[in-house]
């Protein structure tokens, strides 16, 4: 008999506040990790999910969750683990064609059976191998019930890479998924025992009739393919803890408050990083991915695009920069440039660590689906090597994605006369030039950034100018010339940065003609050079007769970290504050309503800026 059963936790009850997360394609979602203060004791806690793993007896041997190892020699109790998967094609799910898959590289467990029942005391614990078999050896007479966690592993701690990603449901405490085989048996009596994780869909049927006992592990074996691509760049790659909430009942209804997400309404699939911080040092973070599984309306665990792209935002915030903010977005809108290259760099990571993927878990890596809709029949869709889209630029998420995806990969055509594979690609975002760099993270940053490293490659330049973008000379769009782009004619975005010189005042205005929040003109950003280290005295006030008084929100940043936040007390006030400064920094502006989202009514508000 097989039972999916949740193991729930002891919580700890911390008071913590989070929110964003990161994009699901053509989904409207939101980006941003945020930090939050808390007991940095508590992170695990807070994490949910299992308890410490005992080393694996394979953990060594098994370098990769795709390794076919074979089972060791004296194991006495052997068998192979599946799980059930429903293909996502170009019109969405297909439950006509059900597929059994291996469950690779996850936790397998002995466990004693006390008084005919099975318990909780782990007697072998061994890794699955890339064909899903596994070997424990315990006693030949002891008797015991065999567990699958739904969860990734491997420890480094003697050499190699180290991962450990589980799933949880976030409607349930955190509690993580595992499949148990509650069958009491002895080696001896029953030496061979394979498990199958159903996706509780009748033949024939597109309804789920049974517990959805597949979902979690159709996720782990997505993101076991992300794991291996990691190791392919770096095979002493330490991931960092990764919890992946999934729920049946997680839709797309608004977060509204605290208890939304206990609740299943997360908005959309998101990734969210939260950091434990004593006075101004982090002690430890959590790493999380949420992902949609309401049925009829939006499900992901079969969406292998849609769980490695929020994958590349837990990249971004575990080895490189996040410098991107959150709110709603969809492929084609013209965003503000931090939110457009994140987003951007994600949809690529989507098609990159897919991209050696069995065709039964991808039949087109390139192509970017979510399914969604009564019985997941629909599939929203794009191509990722996208051109001549009619929304192209630096601002454009989909210009972005081609970019990065068209750098990689290995068929070139047209303008794409360039393969570097993903390692350039990743080692640019974690090296400390990009991460150190004075502008807000973007592409600009990141092509330059990959210039410097490959100055020879006139290839990368005709990619960018295949997207409507000047060659990039700096980290800061210096020469960019709007002429060329859909957003010729409009207003605030004749220049990507402007200066801001000392004692000079210079006029700048928030706009929401392409929408709110993050998109592109609601923020400008401003080059300020503080030459001496004192105490500088910003004075912003709104210009009067443009759309009414502005009421100004200011951000300063130095190298991507936050130095202040200033916000003026009402609309058409001026803002006046001193802060600190030394070296290059970035001021953003931004009108208060506009970045918050609530002034749907198109217009802009300016103000002059006095830094002195």
């Not at 793993?53 to 060791?72: E, H, R, Y």
């Not at 072998?124 to 078999?133: D, H």
């Not at 192509?367 to 051109?387: C, K």
Request: proline residues 3%; hydrophobic residues 40%; charged residues 20%.
């Amino acid at each position: 008999m097989l039972l999916l059963k949740l193991f729930l936790p002891f919580l700890l009850a911390v008071a913590i506040t989070a929110c964003g997360g990161g994009g699901g394609g053509s989904d409207p979602v939101s980006s941003e990790p945020p930090a939050s203060s808390g007991d940095p004791g508590s992170a695990l806690l807070l994490q949910g999910g299992f308890s410490a793993v005992d080393t694996p007896s394979n953990n060594q041997s098994l370098t990769s969750c795709l390794a076919t190892t074979a089972v060791a020699g004296n194991s006495t109790l052997t068998g192979r683990v599946y799980y059930q998967r429903v293909p996502l094609n170009a019109f969405g799910l297909d439950y006509s064609t059900v597929a059994q898959l291996p469950m690779r590289g996850l936790v397998v467990e002995a466990v004693d059976a006390s008084g005919g029942d099975c318990s909780e005391r782990v007697l072998a614990t061994t890794l699955s191998n890339g064909n899903g078999e596994y070997g424990l050896n315990v006693p030949e007479n002891q008797a015991v019930c065999v567990q699958v966690r739904a969860q990734l592993y491997r420890d480094g701690a003697n050499g190699g890479a180290s991962w450990n990603i589980q799933i949880t449901d976030n409607t349930n405490g955190n509690a993580p998924y595992y499949l148990l085989d509650a069958t009491v048996a002895t080696p001896a009596d029953q030496p061979e025992r394979d498990l199958l994780a159903a996706a509780g869909v009748e033949p024939g049927s597109s309804n789920y009739t049974q517990p959805r006992a597949a979902a979690s592990f159709a996720i782990l074996d997505t993101l076991c393919e992300a794991i291996n691509t990691m190791i392919s760049v770096d095979s002493d790659i330490e991931l960092p803890v990764l919890a992946v909430r999934w729920s049946e009942l997680n839709n797309t209804a608004e977060i509204e408050n605290g208890n939304s997400i206990e609740q299943g309404d997360i908005g959309g699939s998101f990734y969210r990083q939260q950091l434990f911080t004593r006075g101004a040092e982090i002690i430890s973070s959590t790493h999380e991915i949420f992902l949609l599984g309401d049925e009829d309306s939006n499900t992901d665990e079969y969406d292998p695009h849609v769980i490695t792209h929020e994958f590349g935002h837990y990249l971004t915030a575990s080895f490189a920069r996040f410098d991107a903010i959150g709110g709603e977005h969809a492929i084609g809108d013209h965003l503000d440039l931090r939110l457009a290259f994140e987003e951007g760099w994600a949809d690529a990571v989507s098609g990159i660590t897919l991209d050696n993927a069995a065709a039964a878990l991808v039949d087109d890596p390139a192509i970017y689906r979510n399914s969604f809709g009564e019985n997941q029949s629909r599939a929203s869709r794009f191509p990722l090597q996208a051109r001549g889209r009619s929304v192209a630029g630096w601002y454009s998420e989909a210009s972005v994605a081609s970019i990065i995806y068209n750098l990689f990969d290995s068929s070139n055509d047209s303008v794409d006369n360039i393969s570097l594979g993903f390692a350039p690609i990743f080692n640019v975002l974690r090296s400390s030039a990009y991460q150190s760099s004075d502008s807000v993270v973007s592409l600009y940053t990141f092509v330059n950034r990959l210039k410097q490293q490959r100055p020879e490659d006139i290839a990368i330049d005709a990619l960018v100018a295949d997207q409507d973008t000047e060659t990039v000379i700096d980290d800061f769009g210096s020469d960019e010339d709007i002429s060329n782009n859909d957003i010729f004619g409009g207003q605030d975005v004749a220049a990507v940065y402007t200066e801001l010189a000392l004692n000079t005042s210079v006029e700048v205005c928030s706009n929401n003609q392409y929408g709110n929040v993050n998109k592109l003109s609601v923020s400008q950003f401003l080059i300020l050079d503080a030459d001496i280290n004192k105490n500088y005295r910003f004075e912003i006030r709104p210009v009067t007769g443009v759309d009414g008084g502005g009421r100004a929100v200011a951000f300063v940043y130095k190298r991507g970290e936050l130095l202040t936040s200033q916000q003026a007390v009402a609309d058409g006030s001026a803002l006046v504050f001193s802060t600190a400064l030394q070296g290059r920094h970035i001021v953003t502006l931004a009108h208060t309503d506009y970045l918050a989202g609530e002034d749907d009514l198109i217009g802009r508000r300016c103000f002059s800026v006095l830094v002195e």
